[in-house]
């Protein structure tokens, strides 16, 4: 058990499930700091039963702190990252900044759990749509290894924090009342759009968040040749992200083994019934922790590949509960070798 733990970032979209998911889960703690800037120092949040204030993130803030669980943005976790670590806490990250970096594991608990035991202070949790699209792959990785990847990402806006999903209802309120609500958060208009862009351009006409899928994936599976092929675009839905993925296997597989495998996985839920209308979608996903999977079926384009659908909550799985699981982790892994 961690006596102390910290969460940086408590009053963002991804915080506020962390402390709801560290009393739901029971996560075992003696005392819980909530850390962040100037600007939200002395409120008071409510986290089970008890009230905490909100202290300074300073590089004296985590004495005596064993764990700290943070969502920031990555210039604010390149800085605090070392003063934790220094006082000999152990990060777990949810921003962008550290998951490629050869020291720091990046670890989806479905996935790779053995990689936290190489941590040296630092762990990464990936981003929202690369993390449901390993936890759905990982059990066909397994079986069949996936050698290409064709993923499009429909993302929710909450993956742009609060002021995404503002954003969103002001834009579809001024629409309706015949106005455009000028964009900030996104590049364009949200309201009855779709926007091909998720972050700034990053290789070869992708952009950055189409990257990070591919290259978290390969760090996460541990196997640079798996080609990746992802268009990331944003939709009007505000929680909740969904990913039509086609994958070709090694050996290939059947639709049929596919949906097997997928049932056995640790943290897929399979909804897959076209004739009684039942696949997964994100009114049906929000506020869940798994990953779930349907329209699962052979591509008929002649790949040899498996095509399926694959929607998860963003601020649970793809960010809050990977996080507070990889903190679990940390905690069985430590009772382990004590006893
Ligand atoms: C997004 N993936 O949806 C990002 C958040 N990490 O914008």
């Known amino acids: 058990m961690y006596e102390t733990i910290a969460l940086v970032g408590a009053t963002g979209a991804v915080g506020r499930i962390v402390l709801e998911q560290l009393v739901e889960r029971k996560f075992p703690y003696k005392r819980l700091k909530l850390l962040a800037s ?49 006082a000999g806490a152990v990060v777990v990250d949810e921003s962008a900044f550290w998951r490629m970096d050869d020291k720091v594991p990046l670890v989806v608990p479905e996935v790779n759990p053995d990689a936290v035991d190489h941590h040296s202070g630092i762990i990464a949790s990936p981003n929202c749509s690369t993390t449901q699209m390993v936890v759905a792959l990982a059990p066909l990785h397994k079986a069949a290894r996936v050698k290409r990847v064709v993923v499009s990402t429909y993302q929710a ?26 964009a900030k958060v ?10 091909p862009q998720i972050g700034s351009r990053k290789y070869e006409g992708y952009t950055s968040e189409e990257m990070k899928m591919v290259y978290e994936t390969r760090k996460i599976f541990g196997d640079d040749d798996i080609q990746i092929c992802p268009t990331c675009v944003r939709v009007p839905v505000m929680i909740g992200h969904s990913e039509s993925i086609l ?39 929000d506020g869940k922790d798994d990953v779930f999977v349907g329209r699962i079926r052979k591509d008929i384009s002649g790949s040899g590949g498996i095509a399926f659908w694959c929607v998860s909550d963003n601020l649970r799985k793809g960010a809050a509960t990977n996080a ?16």
């Open 38 to 86: 100037e600007r939200s120092v002395g409120k008071e949040v409510r986290v089970g039963d008890e009230t905490i204030k909100i202290e300074l993130l300073e590089p004296n803030a985590f004495k005596h702190v064993d764990l700290v669980i943070a969502s920031t943005p990555d210039e604010v976790s390149a800085e605090f990252a070392a003063w934790a670590v220094e």
């Open 157 to 182: 806006t909450s993956g742009a924090g609060i002021a995404g999903n503002e954003e969103l209802k002001d834009s579809v309120r001024d629409s309706l009342s015949g106005k455009v609500h000028p």
């Open 186 to 195: 996104f590049q364009h208009p949200i309201a009855f759009n779709l926007i």
């Open 247 to 285: 994958v070709e296997t090694e050996r290939p597989l059947t639709a049929a083994e596919a949906t097997e495998l997928f049932r056995a996985a640790d943290g897929v839920t399979v909804v897959d019934d076209l004739d009684a209308m039942q696949y997964p979608m994100p009114r049906d996903c």
């Open 324 to 339: 507070v699981q990889i903190a679990e982790l940390l905690v069985r892994k430590a009772a382990a070798v004590s006893s």
